[in-house]
């Protein structure tokens, strides 16, 4: 429509109502603009609350984590703080006192390990159990005593099998430790996993004591035999179905 057609008054009152829904049509953008910024703003509130909640709980998990830890290696540090106190002064005693310290060392050391990798991942390569336990004997032979691990072909396992493995092989070394007894450690993966620990010159003590205490197999057959001098410990897990 021409509104120029139209009378002066029309027109003057068509081109006002046309300023004034512009006005509005203004307005309201402006609104909106307004509304979508808060909307924007409260998200983002959200979003860093939401960060924080998981960062928080992230601490949380961690500090809980690590006091587990602490609880799980206070014995081992007492008793690392108690064969300080000793410090023999003649060097042979010196040596052997430092070796002990070295092979007590690497339990804490893998222990913390273990339990950090529990908490990271289920599954774990048994090639890390031979590591933790061959880290072990290599300093347990500078006492003069034999120590060897052998393993057959690297597979994922529980994590938790292969940290209460690591568990179990600590007790039966600290319980032949003084005897100087040769060591053979021997992983098996054919038929799931299983740990065999043979010891010559000295006898290791029952399953149930080597069980670490308040621990369960989960599942695992922990037994001994002997022949002859030598004694024998064996902690298997059958291999799962579909794996």
């Known amino acids: 429509m021409n509104i120029t057609a139209l009378p002066d008054e029309l027109q003057e009152e068509i081109l006002a109502q046309a300023h004034a829904d512009l006005q509005v049509l203004d307005d309201m953008e402006a609104a909106l603009r307004a509304t979508c910024d808060c909307v924007l703003e409260e998200d983002e509130i959200q979003r860093s609350t939401k960060e924080l909640r998981e960062q928080k709980l992230h601490y949380e998990t961690q500090n809980m984590l690590y006091d587990r830890i602490r609880q799980k290696l206070k014995v081992r540090l007492a008793e690392m703080e108690e064969l300080l106190r000793e410090s023999p002064s003649d060097p042979v005693s010196y040596d052997a ?48 005593a034999f120590g060897e691990v052998r393993g057959e072909e690297e597979i994922e396992a529980d994590t938790r099998h292969l940290m209460l493995a690591f568990e179990i092989f600590e007790l039966a070394l600290r319980a032949v430790y003084d005897a100087g007894a040769s060591i053979m450690v021997y992983i098996g993966t054919k038929k799931g996993f299983s740990m065999r620990v043979s010891v010559e010159g000295a006898s290791l003590p029952s399953p149930e004591r080597l069980c670490p205490p308040g621990r369960s197999l989960r599942g695992g057959v922990l037994t001994s035999s002997k022949e002859d001098d030598v004694t024998f410990l064996r902690l298997s897990y059958e291999k799962e179905e579909g794996t």
């Open 97 to 144: 006192l430092l070796t002990r310290l070295a092979v007590y060392g690497v339990f804490i050391k893998r222990i913390s390990n273990w339990m950090l990798l529990n908490k990271m991942q289920h599954q774990t390569g048994t090639g890390e159990l031979y590591l933790s336990i061959r880290e072990a004997l290599d300093v347990y032979q500078l006492t003069g």
